[in-house]
């Protein structure tokens, strides 16, 4: 079944550690997109990517990269410029075809 | 700037009855998309419902209704005959212009308890 991947589920880090974030889809989409939620708030956008090779800053880039070398690949790096990297992040895709997003199960990252 | 907003932080509902959700959205787009989701504690995000701006008649999706007003700029989620496991996270969400990545805008979300 089509769908989207994100590993691993639950992710520690230690300060000052750089960690990267796996969202894989094989349903064939151009877009993904990268959330961050916080406890009881809404999801944020982190980064987005249209196409392969191109992607844009959303509204919460800062201590954030991330790349765009295959279609269905659209790993986040949390590096450590992010000053409170502790969240759930959520992987996000969508075809250009209809209007339907695809979310993934997400990520949970703890600093220790 | 665009905006989304869920006034109701959280909600509860006896078993059977009807609930709205309330959403109010900012755009100056013509042409927009309104999303709602539903965010058990396992945080996978699962689709609801959606309504273009373009749609003349409310959505419908099983015991999911979404209550357009364009011009109140109001998306309000109404869930029919609620069950225990509707109790979740809620969010509304607007898709932004295509020239702009077709990103989606959350709110903060409503906390839903469905009391038995």
């Known amino acids: 079944d089509g769908g989207i991947t994100q590993s691993p589920k639950y992710l520690f880090r230690k300060e000052g550690q750089n960690v990267t974030l796996s969202c894989e889809q094989n349903l064939n989409h151009d877009a993904m997109y990268w959330y961050r939620q916080d406890p009881g708030q809404g999801l944020r956008l982190i980064y987005y990517?249209?196409?392969?090779?191109?992607?844009q800053k959303g509204d919460i880039a800062e201590g954030y990269s991330v790349s765009r070398e295959k279609k269905e690949s659209f790993p986040l790096t949390v590096t450590s410029a992010q000053k409170n990297p502790t969240a759930f992040y959520l992987c996000?895709?969508?075809?250009?075809?209809?209007?339907?997003?695809?979310f993934g199960s997400g990520t949970r990252l703890t600093v220790v | 700037a665009q905006k989304i907003t869920q006034t109701q932080p959280g909600m509860f509902v006896q078993e059977k009855e009807a609930v709205t959700l309330d959403c109010t959205y900012d755009t100056s787009d013509q042409s927009y998309g309104l999303f709602w989701y539903k965010q058990p504690s396992s945080g996978e995000m699962i689709f609801l419902i959606y309504?273009?701006?373009?749609?003349?008649q409310n959505a419908t999706e099983g015991r999911y209704s979404l209550n357009f007003q364009k011009a109140r700029k109001s998306a309000n989620l109404v869930i029919s005959a609620s069950q225990l496991g509707d109790s979740a996270m809620y969010f509304c969400?607007?898709?932004?212009?295509?020239?702009?990545?077709?990103?989606?805008?959350f709110g903060q979300g409503t906390e839903l308890s469905v009391k038995p």
């Open positions: 969400a607007m898709r932004e212009g295509w020239s702009q990545g077709g990103k989606l805008i």
């Open positions: 990517s249209q196409i392969v090779n191109d992607f």
């Open positions: 309504q273009g701006s373009y749609d003349e």
């Open positions: 996000a895709s969508r075809s250009g075809i209809n209007y339907g997003y695809t």
